[in-house]
């Protein structure tokens, strides 16, 4: 594996964190944009760099969630170009936490960047909302590095601190060990992953002013990932506990709440974009925890179209209807065709579960049509978000439409099992 294209996706971001403190706004906003226009342009070259050593790996969900970090960079420094420098380096720094956790091949790194971008998003939040919020995080976080002491216990030095040895060496793990692991990382997790009971604090952090709020579902995407490869370890393992029920009932609970959000009078414009993020994370813990290729693959794809069209919410107008439009299933954007394809998932592996499932689905899926026609209310979004909305819309659609992409998620989703 060539070095310099992961490391240069997670320091072109560092380094602009740091020259961002010594500028001021507009200025550090337009710097921020080049920064991350430049870590896109770094990430695009993942896939010709796919390989491993002690602290890095790049491979097809490592190179899916580098991509989709540095989308909700670009999107958030777009949206916030007018803030001052330290608003502008907290985006910046959590954007490289999340690229580091995103490709991260050592489990204390992946910990401690997860936390730092965390903690970059807190740091923007004030007075009450940032302590109720730091309050449900950080012992969550705290319960996550306990399980992944224990998953690197289980293995023994060297192989216990990478997830790929992790990975290799689990059929032959303490099966108690690895489901006291499972147990204890799941909920720090689902909390940061934003999936019900424990989203509160997005909720909360999300009133934060500056582009790092913007990050929050990105954080979300690259939690949901980590969760995806201790899961891997955990099925390696055949007589740990089963994943598949807790993360099913995660799902189930997210859609419950998704949906008595949308519904409930006095929804708020960004309660509604909360819950159209939380529906999707949702969705993607119920198809992780049926598991299979194709409901994994629904999963991916339902947290990429989340971390995509959550910015282009808070856009208003137009935008913010095709948005909630595209993530209330509707076709023919890449979200109706996971719903189709996790809904399948259902009725061949779990039969019981298709009608709490479609039920739930329906009634979030309703709420969000209606708050997207709520959406057309607000004001049109700025002129200068309407290019940027529209390429985000077409790249949603063509994901759904176009047979190759769909196969590529499943490759990535196939290279879980």
Excluded: Y
């Excluded at 069209?309 to 208003?316: D, E, K, Q, S, V």
Aim: glycine letters at 12%; a positive charge; charged letters at 10%.
């Amino acid at each position: 594996m060539s070095i310099w294209a992961p490391w240069l996706v997670i320091g072109l971001p560092l380094a602009g964190a740091g020259a961002s403190l010594f500028l001021r706004a507009p200025m550090a906003g337009w710097a921020a944009l080049g920064v991350t226009i430049a870590t896109m342009g770094a990430a695009l070259a993942l896939p010709w760099h796919s390989g491993a050593d002690a602290l890095v790996r790049v491979d097809g969900l490592a190179i899916v969630l580098a991509l989709l970090v540095a989308a909700a960079g670009l999107l958030a420094a777009w949206r916030g170009a007018a803030n001052s420098g330290p608003a502008v380096a907290r985006a910046l720094l959590a954007l490289a936490a999340l690229e580091l956790t995103a490709l991260s091949n050592a489990l204390a790194v992946s910990w401690v960047a997860l936390t730092a971008a965390v903690l970059a998003v807190l740091l923007g939040a004030r007075g009450a909302a940032a302590w109720r919020a730091a309050m449900t995080v950080l012992p969550a976080l705290g319960l996550l590095l306990f399980g992944l002491v224990l998953l690197g216990h289980a293995a023994g030095p060297g192989a216990g601190q990478r997830w790929d040895a992790l990975a290799g060496a689990a059929p032959r793990l303490d099966p108690a060990l690895v489901s006291l692991g499972f147990i204890l990382t799941l909920p720090g997790l689902a909390a940061c992953a934003g999936l019900a009971p424990l989203h509160l604090w997005q909720r909360a952090a999300g009133r934060s002013t500056g582009p790092a709020a913007l990050l929050l579902p990105a954080i979300g995407a690259v939690a949901l990932g980590m969760l995806l490869r201790v899961r891997a370890i955990v099925l390696a393992q055949p007589e740990a506990v089963p994943p598949g029920p807790a993360l099913l009932a995660l799902g189930l609970a997210s859609l419950a709440w998704a949906a008595l959000t949308l519904w409930r009078r006095g929804t708020r414009n960004e309660q509604g974009t909360g819950a159209a993020v939380l529906f999707a994370s949702g969705l993607a813990s119920a198809a992780f925890g049926l598991g299979g290729a194709a409901a994994d693959a629904a999963g991916l794809l339902l947290i990429v179209a989340a971390v995509l069209l959550a910015p282009l919410a808070t856009a208003g107008g137009w935008a913010r209807a095709a948005a909630l439009s595209a993530l209330a299933l509707l076709p023919p954007f890449a979200p109706f065709g996971a719903g189709l394809a996790l809904l399948g998932a259902a009725m061949e592996g779990a039969p019981l579960l298709a009608l709490p499932l479609v039920g739930l689905m329906a009634a979030a899926a309703s709420g969000l049509a209606r708050q997207a026609v709520d959406g057309w209310r607000t004001p049109a979004p700025r002129l200068a978000d309407c290019a940027v909305a529209a390429l985000v819309l077409a790249l949603v659609l063509a994901v759904g439409v176009v047979p190759s992409a769909a196969r590529w998620f499943a490759v990535v989703a196939e290279g879980l099992r």
